[in-house]
């Protein structure tokens, strides 16, 4: 029978279903394999053909793995909270739990579809209230715990205290606030509770603070700075502000060098570490206090004088001409005069609606206002003016940047612009532009104390200075803050915290998990509070507020691997005995664009998790391969434009477009066939063109082609189920494996799968004869099969290494065009070579394996063939014999044969003496292992 892919398909994900094949082992003596994936979040489009290229990968790999003896472990599962649930939800008032059970069941459909060899019985789903208990207990974990830099490691809150007892603050190394007290160990003990609870939270690893956050409010909730562009929310195009509100925190911030010095330590892309690096944005400079001039100090805080600005270049402190604050920073309202009032607010209205992301990327506009008021330069003594700008944000450093026009190029366009004084601090004859570099193989020149001195010398003198004066000290700064922990939405995890006397306390351990409440509708309450806020009698032991917040998308995504290591257990995230089997993921794929979001996270909770002995490993994800993106191939048509530049009813064919003045229109890509029309499924999909003129070349309509990102907005996008139900689920696998390297964005080209089809096709008809009948045999494979055959096995097993799969697609297709030649029906090298192929097309080599007589089930853990390079070795040549310079035939002679040998054995055959008509050759030429040359 010819290859009927429908029914082999279905046949065997239902026997896998039924079997539970792919299920990992909690525990064996084969070395374990962990494979996992970027999970999805369900949306209600479902995949298209670009989602399914990481896992196909990682299916591939999975499947080799097993192959070669490894217990696998292949999770799946959903991150199924998410901002386009609610959204959803708000719109037509249906529970987002609901849109999302059912679009998981259509990811599910679609994923069993394509033969994934994932073991379903660890499914999770971040939404799921047996999941999310686990995420609020790490929360749990995190608020009582504290950063003690003496360990260098988080350590419960107990400790702390224990030192507050014993010693006070004073000798406390910590990452906290700078706004902790220092108190001895008496004054702590008057305390009151609240107060104790107070001051804890300033050290606590996720903590309360006012921050300037992205607030949406059409959306009615924060976004992250990956979520908003040019100023507007990325979904719905909704405008975004900056603005101050009270949020859950994360210090990520003190793991900032561990997070940094751990990239060196795994198997990334170079690209997402470097993107790391500079998120973390180490910098190694000094603190220097700028005094605020007396004459306003009188509105300042009580106790603050001065204004600390972190500079990496400290050499630069005498060409200081004017000093910069962000527009949100706190001491802005205390330091604008009333003359500079108007102009500073008008300002910080204009930067409220930008993004962070956007204020750090515009470095051409020079903007910014003048407060009115002076500091002062604790080397030079001078009277500086002290500006605002938007180029300086309240989270990096200290909020405050010192400006030496003469020595960076962005300083001296603010200080031309503004007409301020520029400084000099070097010889005048120097390039402005490269001054400051030029300092570090110089000397300076009218700089003060530092003169004739060279870099080096300069830095630490100043610092040394400035700790004596108490005006500074060196410091190591890092550009990543610390992370906000909060939406102001209804579809995520809800924080286990209630609030007593303004304080927040955690629910009980027991208590997890706390569970989402109903509400009426899902948008914000009228005074502004978050969803939650909507809840009735949603109350801690009926009294106490719960927190109205819920926790951000990247909350589940933090630690999920964990739990694939254990799925159903009730009592931990995952039992000791799994997380020491497990350890960590060897091989993880997924896209680089989460690379400062999720993937920097999953690193800081896994680093606090280990801490705390939790866990074993340091580093989540040993291995790391970004997949690229599948790109849409867009098809268009060309309406005709009259000379008044409306749209005609007429549209003409992409060849004689030039005859006219036309506008393209994208077209559903699923009605063209090789840039071939369907003229009446068009009419259908765009009625308004339904009496349409239809100017034709060769009498078909030729569409416009373009490449560009796959979405529902271009119609370029393709379901895989449409190609399954026409070509099967392994010829998709294959093909899109065949599209290019993994790791490269290629585009999606549908008129190349009718090629890796009929290579299956051919594949099949190995295995039959002429009448579609299986047949194979048992006779002694030839050399030239058991090259073939081991030239794939090595071949494969190369490049599954190595991740190269799309020349591995090639490699199949030629060792079956070699048998197929060969007329090979042998089973010891078929039954290798389905055995190689497995893992790319697995429903078909299922298939075979059983025809071929394996009966037992799966070929799913069948050892690997082993390479004999034996085979391979070439100990014949066929060689190539010419008679008086034309080539009659070719001879197969061993490579051991001396010349003369050679010469007897070409001389001795039947053909050759035909073409020599019985005449003695006059010269015979034989390079060996080359051609053989008869001339008569």
Not at 249 to 262: C, K, N, V
Not at 724 to 741: C, N, Q
Request: aromatic share 12%; charged share 25%; hydrophobic share 40%.
């Amino acid at each position: 029978m010819d290859y009927q892919f429908k029914e082999i398909e279905q046949k065997w994900q239902k026997f896998w279903a039924q079997h539970k094949t792919f299920k990992a082992a909690d525990a064996s003596n084969k070395p374990k394999f962990y494979v996992l994936d970027m999970f999805p979040y369900p949306s209600g489009a479902g995949l298209h053909v670009g989602h399914p290229l990481g896992y196909i990968a990682s299916d591939i790999f999975s499947r080799y793995k097993r192959l070669k003896g490894f217990n696998v472990l292949h999770p799946m599962g959903y991150d199924s909270f998410g901002l386009p649930a609610e959204q959803y939800a708000i719109q037509t008032g249906q529970h987002p739990a609901l849109t999302t059970e059912a679009n998981i069941n259509t990811y599910r459909k679609q994923l069993d579809g394509l033969g994934f060899s994932f073991d379903w019985s660890r499914e999770v789903r971040t939404s799921d209230p047996e999941y999310y208990k686990w995420t609020q207990w790490i929360f749990m974990q995190l608020f009582n715990s504290w950063y003690n830099l003496e360990t260098d490691r988080a350590e419960d809150i107990t400790t702390l205290i224990e030192k507050f007892n014993a010693s006070g603050s004073a000798d406390v190394k910590a990452v906290c606030d700078e706004d902790t007290k220092t108190f001895m160990p008496s004054d702590w003990a008057v305390m009151t509770d609240e107060e104790k609870q107070e001051e804890l939270l300033k050290y606590r690893l996720t903590y309360l603070k006012e921050s300037t956050v992205n607030w949406c409010a059409a959306l009615g909730t924060v976004l992250a700075n990956d979520e908003v562009k040019d100023g507007f929310s990325e979904r719905g195009g909704h405008p975004v502000e900056q603005k101050k509100m009270m949020q859950w925190s994360m210090r990520i911030s003190a793991y900032a060098e561990r997070l940094l010095q751990g990239l060196n330590t795994i198997d990334w892309p170079e690209p997402v570490k470097e993107m790391q690096r500079n998120w973390i944005g180490k910098s190694i400079g000094a603190a220097v206090k700028f005094k605020i001039e007396a004459a306003v100090s009188k509105a300042l805080p009580a106790g603050v004088d001065a204004i600390e600005v972190f500079t990496t270049r400290v050499d630069t402190i005498f060409g200081v001409s004017y000093l910069v604050l962000a527009p949100e920073h706190e001491l802005v309202t205390a330091l604008t005069t009333p003359g500079q009032l108007d102009a500073v607010n008008s300002y910080i209205a204009q930067t409220k609606k930008k993004s962070e992301l956007d204020r750090m990327a515009d470095t051409k506009t020079v903007s910014g206002a003048f407060t009115g008021s002076y500091v002062i330069n604790p080397v030079s003594g001078e009277r500086i003016q002290l500006w605002i700008a938007d180029y300086v944000l309240a989270g990096y450093g200290t909020g405050a940047v010192m400006g030496v026009p003469s020595g960076d190029q962005r300083d001296w366009l603010f200080a031309t612009h503004f007409n301020l004084p520029i400084v000099q601090i070097l010889d005048a004859q120097q390039d402005i532009e490269h001054q400051a570099d030029a300092t570090k193989d110089g000397k300076y020149i009218n700089s003060g104390f530092i003169n004739g001195m060279n870099y080096t010398e300069a830095t630490a003198t100043l610092n040394a200075w400035l700790e004596e004066q108490g005006q500074g000290k060196a410091k190591i700064n890092y550009r990543m803050r610390d992370a906000i922990f909060g939406r102001q939405r209804y579809w995520g995890e809800p924080i286990p915290v209630y609030f007593k006397d303004g304080l927040p306390y955690l629910i009980k351990a027991e208590e997890l998990p706390l569970l989402l409440p109903e509400i009426d509708k899902y948008l914000p309450t009228e005074t502004g509070e978050p969803p939650l806020g909507r809840a009735e009698d949603w109350k801690y032991e009926d009294e106490y507020e719960y927190e109205l917040s819920t926790m951000p998308g990247w909350a589940g995504s933090s630690w999920y691997w964990y739990r694939y290591m254990d799925a159903k257990n009730d009592s931990d995230f995952a039992s000791a005995e799994a997380i020491k089997y497990w350890k960590d993921v060897d091989l993880y794929i997924g896209g680089a664009e989460h690379a400062t979001g999720h993937l920097l996270y999953s690193r800081f909770w896994n680093k606090f998790l280990k801490d705390l002995g939790y866990v074993q490993e340091e580093e989540p994800f040993k291995k790391l391969i970004n997949q690229g993106m599948i790109q849409g191939r867009s098809n268009f048509v060309y309406r005709v434009i009259d000379e008044e530049g409306r749209g005609t009813n007429k549209l003409v064919s992409y060849g004689l477009r030039k005859d006219y003045k036309t506008s393209a229109l994208h077209v559903d890509v699923n009605i063209v066939d090789n840039e071939v029309l369907n003229i009446e499924q068009f009419k259908l999909f765009r009625p308004e063109f339904a009496d349409a003129e239809f100017i034709l070349e060769n009498g078909r309509y030729i569409c416009g082609v373009e490449v560009e990102k796959m979405s529902k907005s271009k119609f370029n996008v393709v379901n895989p189920d449409v190609l399954i139900e026409s070509y099967g689920a392994d010829t998709l696998r294959m093909y899109e494996m065949f599209l290019g390297p993994l790791e490269q964005s290629k585009p999606w080209n549908t008129n190349g799968i009718e090629g890796v089809f009929k290579f299956l096709r051919k594949f099949w008809r190995l295995f039959h004869n002429e009448a579609w009948t299986f047949h194979v045999n048992d006779s002694v494979p030839s050399k030239a099969e058991l090259k073939a055959l081991h030239k794939i096995i090595k071949k494969v097993q190369d490049d599954v290494e190595r991740f190269s799969f799309n020349t591995s697609v090639s490699s199949f297709m030629i060792a079956v065009n070699e048998l197929t030649d060969l007329k090979c029906k042998n089973r010891q090298v078929l039954e290798d070579l389905v055995v190689v192929l497995s893992p790319y097309a697995p429903h078909i080599c299922e298939e075979l394996w059983m025809l071929l007589g394996n009966e037992a089930g799966s070929l799913s853990y069948t050892p690997y063939p082993t390479f004999n390079p034996a085979y391979l070795v070439e100990d014949e040549f066929s060689y190539p014999v010419s008679v008086n310079g034309k080539t009659r035939l070719n001879l197969s002679m061993s490579l051991t044969l001396e010349a003369k040998e050679v010469e007897e054995t070409v001389l001795a055959n039947e053909d050759v003496q035909k073409y020599l008509e019985g005449k003695a050759p006059k010269k015979v030429i034989v390079v060996k292992g080359r051609i053989v040359n008869i001339v008569i």
